[in-house]
């Protein structure tokens, strides 16, 4: 019972990381689609890492695949399929930060894109002119 309670508060606590804060200049540097495709792309890593280790929750795998090989080969997958996603769901090229943002959530699942784009948010140097141009005509 203990087991399940916490589990279910670290569930809620997670969910929690992505509500997005307000932000008074009115524009969002990341698209939704882009959170989806996170999301998405998020999800099925999991469910595969899962499938490699026989829908078990500890790791008891037969074929000789260590748990890091198989996060880290799911974790790959993430990061090379999530920008493809997404890019088909905005229906544009992705900027540095949306595909980075991406990237960071297939490695620190939740948490990582966040980190990701609180960093971009506290350099936006690291955007590049055209980004920050862009940016700003949209805010207008």
Same mark, same amino acid.
């Given at each position: 019972? *203990?087991?399940?309670?916490?589990?279910?508060?670290?569930?809620? +606590? =997670?969910?929690?990381?992505?509500?997005?804060?307000?932000?008074?200049?009115?524009?969002?540097?990341?698209?939704?689609?882009?959170?989806? =495709?996170?999301?998405?792309? @998020? +999800?099925?890593?999991?469910?595969?890492?899962?499938?490699?280790?026989?829908?078990?929750?500890?790791?008891?795998?037969?074929?000789?695949?260590?748990?890091?090989?198989?996060?880290?080969?799911?974790?790959?997958? /993430? +990061? +090379?399929?999530?920008?493809?996603?997404?890019?088909?769901?905005?229906?544009?090229?992705?900027?540095?930060?949306? @595909?980075?943002?991406?990237? @960071?959530? /297939?490695?620190?699942?939740?948490? @990582?894109?966040?980190?990701?784009? !609180?960093?971009?948010? =506290?350099?936006?140097?690291? !955007?590049?002119?055209?980004?920050?141009?862009?940016?700003?005509? *949209?805010?207008?």
């Amino acid at each position: 019972m *203990k087991r399940s309670l916490a589990l279910a508060a670290a569930v809620i +606590a =997670a969910f929690s990381l992505t509500v997005q804060s307000a932000d008074a200049r009115g524009r969002r540097h990341v698209a939704k689609e882009v959170k989806v =495709a996170a999301i998405v792309t @998020g +999800a099925a890593a999991t469910v595969t890492y899962f499938a490699i280790n026989d829908w078990k929750w500890r790791w008891n795998n037969s074929s000789g695949l260590t748990s890091l090989a198989a996060y880290g080969a799911t974790t790959l997958g /993430c +990061a +090379a399929v999530a920008p493809m996603v997404a890019t088909v769901l905005v229906k544009r090229p992705l900027t540095m930060r949306e @595909g980075h943002v991406l990237v @960071g959530s /297939c490695v620190l699942p939740i948490v @990582g894109g966040w980190l990701v784009n !609180e960093a971009y948010n =506290a350099h936006p140097e690291w !955007e590049g002119r055209k980004a920050r141009k862009h940016h700003r005509k *949209k805010a207008k």
